[in-house]
């Protein structure tokens, strides 16, 4: 994998039609600086407005994955920046005359061409390159769906399908490295049953789709009827079934279908905004699920980057801040620190740490006989594990101030004693105009010892 960032050297453009809307379509890529990214710029609304590829702003995945931004939508997205990262291009203005780029012959093969012909600048930058540390997952049970990013020397991906119809029987496509990609994976077109073709047309879309664009499958017998009624629809008067398609030249691979879901993962996973190095398992992928994935590994990203700015020496395994860092994080000091460590971190939940010893001040007057740890410090504790959570919502910790101001559903289940281990759950439940909710609860060997709901107000220093 490249370890400096690339541009291309000069505009290129190309024309179609679009897939589902059918509108005409121009896509210009321009060069564009270091750090930039990939973002679309929608030439053909006034003002021109800009589109990021971002995951954050996926709106829709339904035969295709669309983004919105600026009050504009940009739709079909996955083969151009499948393009894109396949040949680890990663600063690119790509201008659009249309809602959406030209679908072509359904791969990414004219994008990769039109890229390669103007030619690859490196630039003056680090590539970012996250590095796949642990095992990130992303399930549909219901629908058989699994995918998996595991840890690897580079970027890899393994693609299965299974489609349960005997016209098209299991297959798996494999990406070893995106040097690769263009050889490999760019050629293979989208595909889809004839069933869906039929639904998609009566639900208004596909409509620039056609046989030149997309593979389809028969995945019924037809009758002759039926078939002139599809001769009809496609304008191919010598139209056929042939092995099972309506194409006429076949599939381009024996496992094209396959290896045009592993281009869609691709295109999908630009979306993160930063490469990857890791091995992608995918087991009946979709768009939804890339996209899903995709959102996992960029909050980690995100975690990642907050944890390196506190926790000196990178993170350990099993640990995300050591005392140090929450004493970079939190105002707390002896005897109100009552935070040992962090554990976990998400956007949404966060784990604490708090070890309780015979030592804590409050145990002097608190039952000396019978030392217990108060239940308002439990909640302070609580309070304390949620106040780093806002570190996902808040740049500078250090610029605020974090207030209690309302405890709801408080229930101690169990006393803590000297020697307890707190492990500490809160869960973000809002945060809007200043005020924080969080839901959270305490155990001690497994079991909850206290739980409840806390409200805070974030107040800048002044």
């Known amino acids: 994998m490249y370890t400096r960032q690339h541009t291309i050297k000069q505009p290129v453009s190309l024309t179609g039609q679009g897939l589902h809307t059918g509108q005409p379509s121009r896509i210009t890529f321009h060069p564009a ?163 869906e073709v039929e639904a998609m047309h009566a639900a208004g879309l596909i409509q620039g789709g056609n046989l030149d664009s997309a593979v389809v499958v028969v995945d019924r017998d037809l009758s002759p009827a039926e078939l002139d009624r599809l001769r009809t629809t496609f304008g191919r008067p010598d139209l056929e079934v042939k092995t099972g398609l309506l194409n006429a030249d076949g599939f381009r691979h024996a496992n094209e279908p396959a290896r045009h879901k592993l281009l869609d993962i691709v295109g999908d996973l630009a979306l993160i905004g930063t490469p990857i190095k890791g091995s992608v398992l995918a087991s009946r992928p979709g768009h939804k699920a890339n996209v899903e994935l995709a959102k996992k590994i960029k909050s980690r990203i995100k975690q990642s980057r907050i944890a390196a700015r506190f926790q000196k020496g990178g993170r350990q395994q099993g640990l995300v801040f050591d005392i140090n860092a929450i004493h970079n994080i939190l105002p707390h000091r002896y005897p109100f620190l009552l935070v040992d460590k962090i554990v976990d971190f998400s956007e949404s939940k966060i784990v604490g740490i708090k070890n309780v010893t015979i030592n804590e001040p409050f145990f002097q007057g608190h039952f000396p006989g019978n030392p217990i740890m108060p239940g308002v410090l439990q909640l302070e504790a609580m309070a304390q594990v949620g106040g780093v959570l806002l570190l996902n919502s808040i740049e500078n910790p250090q610029s605020i101030w974090v207030y209690i101001v309302g405890i709801d559903n408080a229930r101690f289940k169990k006393p803590v004693i000297p020697g307890d281990v707190l492990v500490m759950e809160l869960e973000l439940t809002a945060l809007r105009r200043g005020i924080c909710k969080m839901s959270g609860r305490v155990l001690v060997d497994g079991q909850v010892v206290c739980t409840a709901d806390l409200v805070a107000s974030v107040v800048p220093k002044t």
């Open 33 to 195: 600086p270091a750090d930039h990214g990939f973002v679309f710029c929608r030439a053909d609304v006034e003002g021109r407005p800009l589109v990021h590829a971002d995951v954050d702003l996926v709106v829709e995945t339904a035969r295709g994955t669309t983004l919105a931004e600026n009050g504009v939508r940009v739709y079909t997205v996955e083969h151009v920046l499948s393009a894109l990262a396949g040949l680890q291009i990663d600063n690119v203005l790509i201008e659009l005359e249309g809602p959406e780029p030209p679908i072509m012959d359904g791969s990414a093969q004219p994008f990769v061409e039109l890229l390669l012909s103007s030619g690859m600048e490196e630039q003056d930058a680090a590539r970012e390159i996250y590095v796949i540390d642990e095992p990130i997952y992303y399930r549909e049970p219901d629908r058989k769906v699994e995918l998996a990013v595991f840890p690897a020397d580079t970027f890899q991906a393994t693609v299965m399908v299974d489609f349960d119809a005997h016209t098209l029987r299991a297959q798996q496509a494999f990406l070893s490295a995106l040097e690769d990609y263009p050889g490999e994976i760019a050629d293979s077109r989208t595909f889809c049953f004839l069933h």
